[in-house]
């Protein structure tokens, strides 16, 4: 059974930024992570993916040139660097290994994590 465990959620004022680390229990694979948002009563957004074996990278508009996915291999840990932040972007924020579908911001994965709350204040 594999694990991810997310850390590095809180709170910020708008403008401000947080790090995301997502630890994943197996090494030796390479598979696709993505980084997912929900709020309550809402969907699963897709955030960010990346293909851990070749580094591509994939983002929503909403956060394309704020947000930054990387990964340390060495680590087995993926990180959502999160710049700019908007009020807008107050969230859970879940991360995600092992993709089951075609789209890596799609929320068809196989492990997910707990979640680790984001609140950006105006």
């Known amino acids: 059974q594999v694990q991810l465990v997310e850390s590095g959620g809180g709170s910020v004022q708008a403008g401000g930024s947080l790090r995301l680390s997502c630890a994943v229990s197996?090494?030796?694979?390479?598979?696709?992570m993505g980084w997912f948002r929900q709020a309550p009563g809402k969907e699963r957004e897709g955030v960010a993916a990346?293909?851990?074996?070749?580094?591509?990278?994939y983002y929503a508009d909403s956060v394309k040139g704020r947000f930054t996915i990387s990964q340390d291999n060495a680590k087995n840990t993926v990180y959502l660097q999160m710049n700019s932040l908007k009020p807008e972007d107050t969230d859970m924020y879940y991360c995600a290994a092992f993709l089951l579908g075609p789209s890596p911001l799609s929320p068809q994965y196989k492990y997910w994590g707990q979640g680790t709350q984001v609140t950006v204040s105006s």
């Open positions: 990346i293909r851990t074996g070749s580094g591509s990278t």
């Open positions: 197996v090494s030796g694979y390479t598979y696709t």
